[in-house]
């Protein structure tokens, strides 16, 4: 049992390591190569934040391990509200800016509800996931916009440079996306067998030790960022994150093969993870700040839905 849970450390270190290297040479390889900035940040870095998520949800569904595809991707964005943002406005409130706020959180909330009604039937479809892929294309292209606007079309394209120039930060790219991986694997191999060993439900390990080990870049990014004095970026990030863990690896996984959705997740999981965005989403519309009692609510929330599972479902 140690062992397992050493490997358990390892991975989260190979991802949360790996997952930063990845995108600090994806970012370098862009901008020499001379692609724009509105094109890197709509992408690559998107795709780059949750490629822990992507990856551990991914390596399950193809493993048939599709309880824990579902609970890692719902585990985390819940995780991200409830934990990650609710704790960060405890330690101090954060603006909000109103026009790109809401945009945002209609797309993560869409997407949670789309989730929700596809699945009602109990299995989330090939087709389904095309639904929840579209959902996500829709938010790309809306980032796209978004920074062409910030850009107003001025976006300088940079000389190209030899393929040569680009070998390191190649190396680091295939590096950082080989640990991802394979930390991955490992993080999910050691969440069965704890699940296994403990006599806890897969689901439930799913939704909260993996969910929390896949969502340590964006608790160490708000955490960073609080302390910095630059908290408001964390809002944001979470948004989007939220939005590509439900619409991105959902509806990727599910390509791989279908996933079978549990009276555990449709009665319980989806029904916390929606009230969670909606009552973030009223928080951030009726003030121009988030204030730390808001931010103690949605604490509060998550523990309680935390102590519900181990509760009712254990």
């Given at each position: 049992?140690?062992?397992?849970?050493?490997?358990?450390?390892?991975?989260?270190?190979?991802?949360?390591?790996?997952?930063?290297?990845?995108?600090?040479?994806?970012?370098?390889?862009?901008?020499?190569?001379?692609?724009?900035?509105?094109?890197?940040?709509?992408?690559?870095?998107?795709?780059?934040?949750?490629?822990?998520?992507?990856?551990?949800?991914?390596?399950?569904?193809?493993?048939?391990?599709?309880?824990?595809?579902?609970g890692n991707a719902v585990g985390s964005a819940i995780c991200n509200?409830?934990?990650?943002?609710?704790?960060?406005?405890?330690?101090?409130?954060?603006?909000?800016?109103?026009?790109?706020?809401?945009?945002?959180?209609?797309?993560m909330l869409g997407s949670a509800l789309l989730l929700f009604a596809?699945?009602?039937?109990?299995?989330?479809?090939?087709?389904?996931?095309?639904?929840?892929?579209?959902?996500?294309?829709?938010?790309?292209?809306?980032?796209?916009?978004?920074?062409?606007?910030?850009?107003?079309?001025?976006?300088?394209?940079?000389?190209?440079?030899?393929?040569?120039?680009?070998?390191?930060?190649?190396?680091?790219?295939?590096?950082?996306?080989?640990?991802?991986?394979?930390?991955?694997?490992?993080?999910?191999?050691?969440?069965?067998?704890?699940?296994?060993?403990?006599?806890?439900?897969?689901?439930?390990?799913?939704?909260?030790?993996?969910?929390?080990?896949?969502?340590?870049?964006?608790?160490?990014?708000?955490?960073?960022?609080?302390?910095?004095?630059?908290?408001?970026?964390?809002?944001?990030?979470?948004?989007?994150?939220?939005?590509?863990?439900?619409?991105?690896?959902?509806?990727?996984?599910?390509?791989?093969?279908?996933?079978?959705?549990?009276?555990?997740?449709?009665?319980?999981?989806?029904?916390?993870?929606?009230?969670?965005?909606?009552?973030?989403?009223?928080?951030?519309?009726?003030?121009?700040?988030?204030?730390?009692?808001?931010?103690?609510?949605?604490?509060?929330?998550?523990?309680?839905?935390?102590?519900?599972?181990?509760?009712?479902?254990?």
């Open positions: 049992m140690l062992e397992t849970v050493a490997l358990l450390l390892v991975s989260l270190v190979m991802i949360t390591k790996g997952a930063d290297w990845f995108v600090e040479s994806a970012v370098t390889i862009s901008e020499k190569s001379g692609i724009p900035k509105i094109i890197i940040g709509a992408t690559i870095v998107s795709f780059a934040t949750t490629a822990p998520e992507f990856t551990v949800s991914a390596m399950a569904a193809y493993l048939n391990h599709v309880e824990m595809t579902v509200i409830g934990l990650v943002l609710g704790g960060v406005i405890v330690i101090k409130a954060i603006p909000v800016e109103l026009h790109g706020f809401t945009r945002k959180s209609g797309f596809v699945s009602y039937d109990g299995v989330v479809s090939s087709f389904d996931g095309i639904l929840l892929l579209l959902v996500f294309i829709g938010f790309l292209y809306y980032n796209y916009r978004l920074q062409s606007a910030v850009f107003d079309g001025n976006e300088e394209f940079r000389e190209k440079v030899p393929l040569s120039q680009l070998k390191k930060d190649i190396l680091l790219f295939i590096a950082g996306a080989l640990l991802v991986v394979i930390g991955s694997r490992i993080l999910v191999d050691a969440g069965i067998t704890i699940a296994e060993w403990l006599g806890v439900p897969e689901m439930i390990i799913a939704l909260t030790l993996v969910a929390l080990g896949t969502s340590l870049p964006e608790l160490i990014t708000a955490v960073s960022a609080t302390l910095k004095g630059h908290q408001d970026i964390s809002i944001g990030n979470i948004l989007g994150a939220n939005t590509m863990d439900i619409a991105l690896i959902l509806g990727a996984s599910s390509q791989i093969r279908p996933l079978t959705i549990l009276p555990q997740s449709l009665n319980y999981d989806f029904p916390f993870m929606i009230a969670l965005m909606i009552i973030l989403i009223i928080f951030g519309i009726t003030g121009k700040k988030l204030e730390r009692w808001e931010g103690a609510i949605i604490l509060g929330v998550y523990f309680g839905y935390v102590a519900g599972l181990f509760t009712l479902f254990n």
